[in-house]
Each structure stands twice: as C-alpha cells, then as structure tokens.
C-alpha cells in the first residue's frame, strides 16, 4: 500500500488541524480542512493560515488536485475559495452537504439566492467513491454522526476523519448540532476503526487533553482500538450513547460556529453583499 507524505499545519486560535497530502511519485497533491483566519471582534478576514499552505504548496512546486473539506466545519471558516483560486484544484465534500445546506439554509434565512444542492463544490462524495492524487487513490468513508456531510478520506495508508475521532486520551466528535447522532457516530467510528491497525488517523483538531503538554494530530486504528477514552474495544453502543449524550449537555457552542456554517455551507464563500455592497453575516436569536 502506498504510503502519501503527510505535512500538518495547525491553526492554534481554533485547534485545527490542515494537511497538505501528497503522492510520493509525483508533484501531485491535495489539501484538506484549510483555514481563513478570522477575527470575531473585528469582522475581519486574513489569509496567513493558507499562505502558509501556499507558500509550501510551491516551494515544493507541487500540483494541487484536490482541495477538500471532511465536512462543513462548525469552529473555523474554510479558505477553499482562496486557495483555489491561487493553487487551482478541484473541491470536495461529502453529498449530504445539501442536507445541512437546508437545515442551515433555513437557520440563516438565506433566501432562494442560496442553492442548497451542493453546486458551490466541484464534487460531491459518497460511500465508496473514489478519487485520484496522481498515482494514489483516495477512498471516501460516509461517516455520519457529528454532522450529516461527514467524511472520512482514506488515502493509502492514511485516513483523514475530520472530527468524527480525537486524539485517543480526548475521546471523539460532540453530537448536539444539527442533524448530529450519536448512534450514528458510533457506527461510523466503527467503519473507521475496521481499518488495518497499521493504518494512519489524521486529526483535525487537538485540544491536549488533561496532563498532555503539547498538540498532537497522529495517530494509529490500532492505539484508537485500544486507549479512546470513549470508544475502546468492549464499549457499547448504548454506553456510548449514554456518555456522548451526557457529555455534550454541558459543552458551550463553538466561538465561531455563526460565521462559519454560513460561509462553510457555501464552500467557504461569503453571503452575496447587501445593496450597500457591504457583506454581512447573521447571528440568529436564540437559534441554537
């Protein structure tokens, strides 16, 4: 089994986690869950997150084939459109993109301006499409349970999961969003961790769980089977029901889940200017 370079690059202010993937016989690469810098207080955008991406991206005068996203990401605005308008590409995302597109479509009362099939992205995935990075082939997971659109990509000997798993002392994705179900996240989990034990897991975030110093995003199906503090072997659905329902009662929403499900859902575009041609985004009132 090929075996992709792997290059992380984390973004600390929202703990994620974007990989440049690339195939070990050729130029030819992908990027994942990239980051727009964003300042709530402000309003303001930045792009230093995918510069830094871009700045690797043709030092090492790779070919950017993919640009993909494991979902629409509820903690950081996606940076796809600026990337792909300087690297080129083609962007990705899972097909039930159009069911959050009208779950949140309708949260944000974005009118009949905003397409809710999915048109916004080059390509749709589902369970068991495939994909190409020059000579290697990616693979797509349906991993449901956080969000509907949930990806898992497997890429040779690597699989990205978004967040459906932590780290294994930090457990796995909350399912309190939208659309969110943790039944289905157990089952999903359980696809990703059917996986060779040698295989890969990539994170996109890390929050250093308690008594660890520093930010992780590597990991092994194997360590996942044997230490997730929520899905080890010899855990049941029920118990995990149980723990992700009781756990996700006490968690805050994301500091910037406002902002970034609407621009993510348009694959990381901003809303359509108002007639001043000032952008603006919404924050509904006791929406969430």
């Known amino acids: ?11 600390e202010p929202t703990n994620t986690f974007s990989y440049v993937v ?15 810098d964003f300042d709530y207080a402000a309003g303001r955008t930045d792009v230093r997150s995918a510069d830094e991406i871009i700045a690797f991206v043709r030092e090492h005068h790779l070919n950017v084939e993919w640009i993909l996203e494991t979902h629409v ?43 809710r099939d999915g048109s916004q992205f080059d390509a749709l995935f589902e369970e068991g499409d495939t994909f190409h990075i020059g000579g290697l082939e990616g693979r797509v997971l349906h991993t449901p349970g956080h969000t509907p659109a949930c990806l898992t990509y497997v890429i040779g000997d690597a699989a ?29 989990i359980q696809k990703v961790l059917a996986l060779p034990g040698h295989t890969r897991l990539f994170m996109c975030h890390d929050y250093k769980a308690p008594g660890r110093d520093a930010y992780q995003h590597e990991t092994t199906v194997a360590e996942q089977r044997a230490q997730n503090v929520h899905v080890r072997d010899g855990i049941s659905e029920e118990a995990f029901v149980k723990m992700r329902a009781e756990r996700d009662a006490t968690l805050g929403m994301p500091r910037l889940i406002i902002p970034s499900v609407q621009v993510n859902m348009r694959a990381g575009e901003m809303p359509p200017a108002d007639d001043n041609g000032q952008v603006y985004l919404k924050v509904p009132i006791n929406a969430f």
């Open 1 to 11: 089994m090929t075996t992709p370079l792997v290059t992380p690059f984390f973004d």
């Open 160 to 188: 990205f999961v978004g967040d459906t798993l932590f780290m294994p002392d930090f457990g796995t994705a909350r399912c309190d969003f939208p659309g969110g179900d943790a039944r289905a996240l157990y089952r999903s």
């Open 73 to 115: 990401h509820a903690d950081h605005l996606s940076a796809a459109p600026y990337l792909h308008e300087q690297l080129g590409g083609k962007t990705g995302i899972g097909a039930n993109i159009t069911v959050v597109q009208d779950v949140f479509g309708k949260a944000f009362n974005a009118g009949t301006e905003f397409a």
């Open 22 to 36: 690339q195939d070990p016989n050729s130029q030819a690469c992908a990027i994942l869950d990239s980051v727009l």
